[in-house]
C-alpha cells in the first residue's frame, strides 16, 4: 500500500510499509542487540565454577572468559563505529548478530577452556560491532529528536533488564549446564536478524579505511585495556603492565596523529566541536566509573568483611538495579519535561551524593541500609545514559553516527576497566581494606562531581517544534 508524505518527515499514513512500522522494527533489532551484549557481559560470571568442573583450567583461565569479552570489546569499538558509518548501520549491525551468534554457538560447544577463551574474544568483537551500530541504527530510524530520544530511553532497556536479570537467569540456566547461558543468544540473535531484514538500508559513507587509523586505535584500546585488567590481579608495577601501557601512550599518540593529516579519518577530530560530543564521553568515562566501580568494591567488601555469601551480596544490589530498570522508560519523558541538561546533571549529582555516603557511613552500618543507600546510584542510570545518547545523536549529523557511537561507547569501556584496575589496587594496599574501599568510592564521587559540572556546559535540546539541530560551529 503506498504511503503518503507530508512536509513533517516522520508523520505517515497506514500501511506496514510505513516509515513508523520501519523504525519499530528497527528499534526491537536494536533492544535485542543490546541485551545479549550486555547479558554476556554479566551473566558468565555465576557460570565459573561449572565452567572450570567442566573444562578445566586455573583461575587465570577463568578471569580470562571473563575479560576476554571485555578486551576485544573495549579494543575494537572505534573501529566499529568508522564500520558502521561506512558500511551502513544496518549492515554492520547484521554482520555484528550473525557473528555474535555464531561465536555464542562456539562457545556453547567448546571443548576445552582454550577453545571457550578463543569464542569469547570473537564474541566480544562482535559485539563491538553491534553497540556503535545499533545506536546509529536507531540514530536514523528516527530523525525527530523527541521520538529519538523516547527510542534510546527503550534501547536502553535492553540493557537494564539484561543486567537486572543477568546472574538470576545465569544461575537458574547453570542449575542445567552452563553452556545454556550462550546458546540462549542464539534464538535472540535470530529475532533481530528477522527483524532488521524488514528495516529500510541504513546510508553509508563510500570513503576508503583509515588504516592507519584503525590500526593503531585497536593498538592503543587493547594495550590499555589489557594493562588495565592485568594490573587488578598483578599490581600496576608489573612489566607486562608496564609494556602494555606504554604500548598503548605510544598507539594513542599514532592514532591521534594519523587523525590529523589522513583525508578521510576514522574519528575526525572535528566531532570534537561538537559540545555534546566533548561533554558525552567525560560524562560516560566519569558515569562508568561510579556504576562499575560500586558494584565491584561493594560486592568484595559485603562478602569479606561483612561474612555474606554471594548470594546474599547479590541480592543487596537488587534494589539498586530494579529501580533503573524501572525508570528507564520513561527518562525521555522526564527529559522532555525538564531538559536533558538538568536530567542529565541531576543523575550525576545524585551520584555522587550516594557514593560519598557509602564512603563515609560506618563500618557498622546494617546491609539494609547500604543497600538503600546504593539507590541513588541506580537512579542515576536512566536519569544519565539514555538522555546523554540521545543528545549525543541529536548533535551530530548522521554520517558520524556509527563513529559518535564508538568514541562515547570507548570512553565507558575505558572508565570500567580503569575503575576496576584501580580500586582493586587501593583494596590491596597495606593501609588495609576498608580504607581502599572509602579511597576508591570518594575518587568515583569526585569523577562523578566532575561530570556533573561538565554537564551543566551541555546546550539545550532540540524540540519537536524546533527539528533536529547539530551544536557543532
Do not use: K
Amino acid at each position: 500500500m503506498p504511503t503518503t508524505r507530508t512536509a513533517c518527515p516522520t508523520t505517515t499514513t497506514t500501511g506496514d510499509d510505513r516509515p513508523s512500522a520501519f523504525a519499530g522494527r528497527a528499534l526491537a533489532a536494536a533492544v535485542l542487540g543490546f541485551f545479549v551484549i550486555t547479558l554476556d557481559a554479566v551473566i558468565v560470571n555465576v557460570a565459573l565454577p561449572a565452567i572450570r568442573h567442566d573444562v578445566g583450567g586455573g583461575i587465570t583461565g577463568l578471569q580470562w572468559v571473563v575479560d576476554g569479552y571485555t578486551l576485544m570489546f573495549a579494543a575494537l569499538l572505534l573501529s566499529s563505529g568508522s564500520l558502521a558509518d561506512r558500511v551502513g548501520a544496518r549492515r554492520a549491525f547484521g554482520i555484528g548478530v550473525a557473528l555474535f551468534a555464531l561465536a555464542s554457538a562456539a562457545c556453547g560447544l567448546a571443548p576445552n577452556l582454550g577453545a571457550l577463551v578463543a569464542a569469547r574474544l570473537v564474541q566480544g568483537a562482535a559485539a563491538a560491532v553491534m553497540m556503535p551500530s545499533s545506536m546509529a541504527l536507531i540514530g536514523h530510524a528516527y530523525p525527530d529528536p523527541v521520538r529519538r530520544g523516547r527510542a534510546v530511553a527503550v534501547w536502553a532497556m535492553g540493557g537494564a533488564v539484561a543486567s537486572s536479570c543477568g546472574p538470576v537467569l545465569g544461575g537458574l540456566l547453570t542449575m542445567l549446564s552452563w553452556r545454556l547461558i550462550f546458546f540462549i543468544n542464539l534464538p535472540v540473535a535470530a529475532a533481530a536478524l528477522i527483524l532488521l531484514a524488514r528495516t529500510r538500508r541504513s546510508p553509508h559513507r563510500r570513503v576508503p579505511f583509515d588504516w592507519p587509523g584503525q590500526v593503531s586505535a585497536v593498538l592503543a584500546m587493547g594495550g590499555l585495556t589489557y594493562g588495565a585488567i592485568e594490573a587488578g590481579a598483578a599490581g600496576f608495577a608489573a612489566p607486562r603492565v608496564i609494556a602494555a601501557f606504554a604500548v598503548a601512550g605510544v598507539a594513542l599518540a599514532a592514532f591521534l596523529a594519523a587523525q590529523a593529516v589522513r583525508a578521510h579519518p576514522m574519528v575526525p577530530l572535528d566531532l570534537f566541536a561538537s559540545r555534546t560530543a566533548t561533554v558525552s564521553v567525560v560524562v560516560g568515562f566519569a558515569f562508568i566509573v561510579g556504576y562499575y566501580g560500586l558494584p565491584f568494591v561493594m560486592s568484595l567488601y559485603l562478602q569479606q568483611l561483612r561474612g555474606l555469601s554471594a548470594l546474599a551480596a547479590g541480592a543487596a544490589f537488587v534494589p539498586m538495579m530494579l529501580i533503573g530498570a524501572i525508570l528507564t522508560p520513561f527518562s525521555a519523558r522526564i527529559a522532555e519535561r525538564i531538559g536533558t541538561r538538568a536530567l542529565i546533571s541531576t543523575g550525576l549529582a545524585l551520584m555522587t551524593a550516594g557514593l560519598a555516603i557509602l564512603a563515609l557511613v560506618p563500618a557498622s552500618t546494617p546491609v539494609w541500609v547500604l543497600a538503600a543507600l546504593m539507590v541513588p546510584i541506580g537512579l542515576s542510570g536512566p536519569l544519565v545514559m539514555p538522555p546523554m545518547t540521545a543528545a549525543l545523536l541529536n548533535a551530530v549529523p548522521p554520517h558520524r553516527a556509527g563513529v559518535a557511537g564508538g568514541v562515547f561507547n570507548t570512553s565507558r569501556q575505558v572508565g570500567g576497566a580503569l575503575a576496576v584496575a584501580v580500586f582493586g589496587a587501593l583494596l590491596a594496599q597495606p593501609a588495609g581494606f576498608l580504607h581502599g574501599l572509602r579511597t576508591s568510592l570518594l575518587i568515583a564521587a569526585a569523577a562523578s562531581l566532575a561530570a556533573a559540572a561538565a554537564s551543566l556546559l551541555l546546550r539545550p535540546a532540540p524540540t519537536a517544534t524546533t527539528g533536529r539541530t547539530h551544536d557543532q560551529p
